[in-house]
């Protein structure tokens, strides 16, 4: 393979060569470096770093080879030095601290402090995309002012430029507002924390407020490909596929299907259920929180049966024991569509959607899992108009009641009507298996 020929070549998927398993991916003209193997049938890609040459791509190839045949996952090197990077950033950034702490001093303690008490323990990628934020959006603001100086007109320089992309903005102001809460406990700020949304920070906010465009839906499968996305989540056999499908099977978020464990499962009953911790929840108020379990849902959790981890309680396990990350959704729905498209096959996405190109996007777990469910259980061609009460699908999707006085006082959890709903839910979406 050269260079020149690779410009020729089509998009797809090809073999490098030179090395065993170095494959380069070629899509819309954009060339990345990937190694693939198989360990216990499963597939296995390393992405190699973006913009470097094909001799390069070799090289970090070799390397890569080298720790499979030694039986090492190149991913876990990557990671370690990654990890190793980020400490010695931090390290560095200790150093530059002065008598009176700056910002950047407080959120490296920060960081210390929330790595002593496992805070990422289930978030492998937690620490390094908050350090990031903080890097790029807020040290070169403010990092190097003493912090104890800073007020709301700066936190306001900080956030103006995101305020208008609600989902980063949130997490910025989530992010200050925990350092500065760390730091006032620390002594190292002396007043009422300036970043609170409900004083004179909400009203300076308020215009870019108003400005913001309203949040938009998660791309989601039609429901009526569903059966044959569950047919291809059931092939391909992974954990994280398996843990999708039973996020699909039983309409949930993927946090709290991520960080499930065995003992949150009740499958001696009449009805089996899921009860899912307040802490993985999105509400955390009063509701309810546990869901009946198909007998589909059931086959998933027996296929992981067998794959429990010796030093891990989560159902679906990483090759670690630890947590799935929250990406892995859509690195999976990303990587089978693309499998689609290479087989001459509809890719995995969502028609009503379209990207920038004008492009359909690939459909989400959560879209697919929550809005695919509620499109299919108010199908009118499939005559489940009508069949199931909105206050029942709104109940297998475990959101809060919100009206004032019916929040108070119901109670009502529809186990029976929810587990049947379910069933029938789990019937259509087993439908194509053995087509």
């Known amino acids: ?27 819309n003209g954009t060339i990345r470096y990937l190694m ?47 990890v190793e990077a980020i400490e010695k950033l931090h390290k560095l950034d200790a150093q530059k601290s002065v008598y009176l702490k700056t910002f950047r001093n407080v959120a490296v303690e920060w960081f210390e402090y929330q790595r002593s008490i496992n805070a990422w323990a289930n978030n492998e990628k937690g620490e390094r995309t908050a350090y990031l934020r903080l890097r790029k959006h807020v040290y070169p603001l403010i990092g190097n002012r003493v912090i104890q100086e800073l007020g709301v007109e700066d936190a306001v320089k900080v956030l103006t430029p995101v305020w208008k992309s609600k989902n980063s903005a949130d997490k910025i102001y989530q992010l200050l507002r925990r350092v500065f809460e760390f730091a006032i406990i620390k002594k190292y700020y002396v007043g009422v924390n300036p970043i609170d ?85 999105k509400n955390k108020g009063r509701g309810i929180r546990h ?65 920038s190109d004008g492009n359909p996007k690939v459909a989400t777990q959560h879209g697919t899992a929550r809005a695919s469910f509620k499109s299919w259980a108010k199908s009118d061609r499939l005559g489940n108009f009508g069949k199931y009460s909105e206050e029942l699908i709104e109940a297998c999707l475990l959101h809060s009641i919100r009206k004032r006085y019916n929040g108070a006082y119901d109670r009502s959890t529809f186990d029976l009507a929810r587990y049947q709903l379910f069933c029938s839910w789990g019937e259509y979406c087993f439908s194509r298996l053995g087509e």
């Not at 791509?57 to 190149?74: F, I, M, N, S, V």
């Open 1 to 27: 393979m050269t260079k020149a020929r690779i410009s020729t070549m089509d998009d797809g998927v090809y073999a490098a060569g030179g090395v065993v398993g170095l494959r380069i991916r070629k899509r």
């Open 36 to 82: 693939r193997w198989t360990r216990h049938g499963v597939r296995h890609d390393y992405y190699l770093p973006r913009d470097i040459s094909l001799t390069e791509a070799r090289k970090l190839g070799a390397e890569c080879r080298y720790q499979l045949d030694r039986g090492e996952d190149p991913r876990v090197e990557h990671k370690r030095r990654e």
């Open 197 to 281: 949304k409900r004083g004179s920070l909400g009203v300076l906010l308020q215009p870019l407020t108003l400005q913001r465009t309203a949040g938009e839906n998660m791309a989601a499968l039609p429901y009526e490909r569903v059966p044959d996305l569950m047919c291809a989540l059931l092939n391909n056999g992974t954990n994280s596929a398996l843990a999708v499908a039973f996020s699909i099977l039983t309409a949930s978020r993927f946090r709290a299907v991520r960080l499930s464990e065995w003992s949150e499962c009740e499958l001696d009953g009449e009805i089996p259920l899921w009860r899912i911790p307040p802490e993985h929840d």
């Open 291 to 355: 869901i009946p379990l198909s007998p589909q849902a059931l086959v998933i959790l027996q296929k992981m049966k067998p794959r429990k981890h010796d030093k891990s309680s989560f159902i679906f396990p990483s090759v670690r024991g630890l947590a799935l990350c929250d990406s892995v959704p859509s690195t999976l729905f990303r990587s089978m569509s693309a499998d689609q498209v290479l087989a001459g096959q509809d890719p995995w996405v969502d028609p009503l959607m379209l990207d």
